[in-house]
């Protein structure tokens, strides 16, 4: 069983910033990639950065010069780090981890945490 837990979310006033973080606990053999979805009312989840365990980071045309995700893989924790936030960039934040339990390959995903950015 593996569990990935956020944290982070709120209210901020646009111009403002946020730090998420996410922790991934359970039985893990070893995390490929981590990263961050989000979803806002009546949209699809997106992808908002994703970070491998080498090091490589794809991010989100909308997010690029204003989110940063990092990770500690000795902790199996994963960041994002939000400024300048827009209106627009108000969802619930999913954290997402592509890794190895019990000799199978699994896609996990965390419960959401709320991020609510006012003008």
């Known amino acids: 069983q593996v569990q990935l837990v956020e944290s982070g979310g709120g209210l901020v006033q646009a111009g403002g910033f946020l730090r998420l973080s996410c922790v991934a606990s359970g039985s893990i053999f070893s995390i490929n990639v981590m990263g961050w979805y989000r979803q806002a009312p009546g949209k699809e989840r997106e992808l908002v950065a994703a970070?491998?365990?080498?090091?490589?980071?794809n991010y989100a045309d909308s997010v690029k010069g204003r989110f940063t995700i990092s990770r500690d893989n000795a902790k199996n924790t994963v960041y994002l780090q939000m400024n300048s936030l827009k209106p627009e960039d108000t969802a619930v934040y999913y954290c997402?981890?592509?890794?190895?339990?019990?000799?199978?390959?699994?896609?996990?995903w965390g419960q959401g945490t709320q991020v609510t950015v006012s003008s």
């Open positions: 970070i491998t365990s080498g090091g490589s980071i």
């Open positions: 997402n981890a592509d890794l190895w339990s019990g000799g199978n390959y699994y896609r996990n």
